[in-house]
């Protein structure tokens, strides 16, 4: 038998561990083991084995001893829960969570729903992305001409979304002013 | 809405009727989601998710099709009361473990069901009898979108929906079906679609979801990503893989019944045997002993107006449902094995006797809902 972790030697040390009531089970060589601090039970890091063998090494891929901002949260935390400590920490831990979400979903970007209040900023900052990338090309490619017009209309979409920002609920009357011809309106019978 | 009303009536996902239900038990749509900036349940401090709790709770309950709506905080509910409610799906195992700052709302029809700070802030589901993704989707789609003009929920312009666990992350959905599938059970083909349905990003597991067993041949499918496709193009893989389940299971039956019908008629014969004069009984037991009832049902073996009471024996032997009425101290496992054992015996005799002495000349049908006795 091979160990979880690198797959390619023989594993010798067998673990068993019952974590909310459900029993997981590792086997492992004595490199990755040691590594691993399975001699230590408490250091074996249960993100490891809620969310699939390397898990907690990916996180590491942040710099150390980095924090949420927001919440306190720290990469030690996240080795220990396999959860994290606020939606800011996405941020904070990009690097190394952007290698974990790879091996764990179908894509790196949402596709799916967005929430109404959000839509109208969401694809004015997405465009804002490929703007400035292109704009970034332009200049390494020395087309001033392009460059700028791209350079214009990034500070016109700025401007758009400097005006919306600080009034979300203008945001969202916004969305919600787009959706209305849609909602038929009762006729009146003459 | 009391507990006890919703504890007294069988919920719609069971009593209901929808596509496929006698294969498909019922199809679930969860979505996860949490508030802007504020600590997720298993990181915040208690006044944390309280303020937390009163602000979804308060959204939650004044939504329209959450009238006469059941709602409590988990400190005020019993041990027992918490697991009838997990064992009628309606709030999850971890849920249940947990106590203040957390709380369940559901509404009296119990299709829909909110768990304020489980793992998420938020985790709502829908659940509905056969094989109906698409409609639950929609169903818990439509709540979502009405909370969300009240709730400021977090939200990645990458990422999408932000989630405690990376796993949930982007759609936060999971939508799952429960299957009913003795007929791969007993041609030993399960544990091979099994392997082949986890190879493909998707999940099935036992009978309360991850890490339990499959008891009384009933498996969740489910899917495992959430991030990279949109709601619908996940519910549309996970749509064609369980209609290949589906029809894998139609064929190992009618394949039993052409080559091994006196093994079918005798597992039948000996489950009812046992659970009409047992005296004492696990619910393991049972539940592998009623599912070949249900598959008897299935067969017209038994009369279709069975259906219902044989169904309702899955959650009603469950230890929880077992001690309800009873408003005495918990029982011991013995106790429960007798009790579970003369509920079972007294629900029988209220059916008529079955003949499961010919094989049946219309074999399964299809799977569409039996409309009449045997013809």
């Known amino acids: 038998m091979f160990c979880d972790v690198c797959k390619s030697k023989e594993a010798t040390v067998f673990l068993t561990q019952i974590i909310e009531g459900k029993m997981q089970k590792v086997n492992l060589c004595e490199g990755c083991s040691k590594e691993k601090g399975v001699n230590d039970p408490t250091g074996f890091a249960l993100a490891d084995l809620l969310l699939g063998l390397g898990a907690a090494q990916e996180i590491e891929k942040n710099p150390a001893g980095i924090r949420c901002p927001v919440c306190g949260f720290s990469q030690a935390d996240f080795k220990k829960t396999g959860r994290l400590g606020c939606s800011a920490c996405y941020d904070t831990f990009a690097e190394g969570l952007s290698g974990m979400l790879k091996n764990m979903h179908r894509g790196l970007v949402h596709t799916g729903k967005v929430p109404a209040r959000l839509a109208v900023s969401r694809v004015r900052n997405q465009e804002l992305s490929k703007l400035r990338e292109e704009l970034d090309r332009a200049v390494t490619a020395e087309q001033f001409e392009e460059a700028a017009g791209l350079r214009d209309r990034i500070r016109t979409l700025e401007n758009e979304g400097r005006e919306a920002e600080p009034a979300p609920n203008r945001v969202a009357e916004l969305a919600e002013g787009e959706a209305e011809p849609l909602v038929p309106k009762p006729r009146q019978k003459p | ?375």
């Open chain 2, 1 to 375: 809405m009391k507990l006890s009303r919703i504890i007294a009536n069988t919920g719609e996902w069971l009593s209901g009727s929808g596509p496929h239900d006698q294969i498909v038990v019922s199809s679930r749509v969860r979505l996860a989601r949490n508030l802007k900036g504020k600590p997720f349940p298993g990181w915040a401090k208690k006044a944390e998710r309280v303020a937390v709790l009163d602000e979804i709770r308060s959204a939650v309950e004044g939504l329209p099709e959450m009238e006469n709506s059941f709602s409590e905080r988990l400190e005020d509910l019993s041990p027992l009361e918490k697991q009838v409610l997990m064992e009628r799906h309606l709030i999850s195992r971890e849920h249940a473990a947990r106590g203040a700052g957390s709380a369940v709302v559901m509404n009296p029809e119990q299709t829909l069901s909110f768990m304020i700070n489980e793992e998420d802030h938020l985790r709502m589901q829908a659940i509905r009898a056969g094989l109906q993704l698409e409609e639950v989707y929609a169903m818990i789609n439509r709540t979502d979108s009405e909370l969300e003009e009240t709730l400021d929920f977090a939200f990645h312009d990458e990422l999408g929906y932000l989630t405690a666990c990376p796993t949930n992350v982007g759609t936060g959905m999971r939508a799952s079906a429960m299957m009913h599938l003795p007929g791969l059970v007993m041609s030993e083909q399960v544990n091979k679609i099994i392997n082949s349905v986890n190879k493909i990003g998707l999940a099935v597991r036992g009978l309360h979801g991850e890490g339990t067993e499959a008891m009384g041949n009933l498996f969740q499918v489910s899917n495992q990503t959430t991030l990279g496709e949109t709601e619908e193009e996940i519910i549309a893989r996970l749509n064609r893989v369980i209609a290949q389940i589906l029809e894998h299971e139609q064929n190992a039956r009618q394949i039993l019944l052409q080559q091994r019908a006196e093994t079918l008629l005798d597992q039948i014969g000996r489950a009812y045997g046992i659970l009409c004069h047992a005296h004492s009984i696990t619910s393991k037991e049972a539940l592998n002993l009623l599912s070949f009832i249900k598959m008897g049902v299935d067969l017209s073996l038994f009369p279709s107006k069975s259906r219902l009471q044989v169904d309702e024996l899955f959650i009603e032997t469950q230890p929880a449902h077992l001690q309800k009425g009873l408003h005495a101290a918990k029982m011991g496992a013995e106790e429960r094995d007798s009790l579970r054992a003369a509920l079972i015996r007294a629900k029988l005799k209220q059916m008529p006797e079955p003949e499961i002495g010919k094989i049946p000349t219309n074999g399964f049908g299809n799977d569409s809902p039996a409309t009449g006795e045997n013809p």
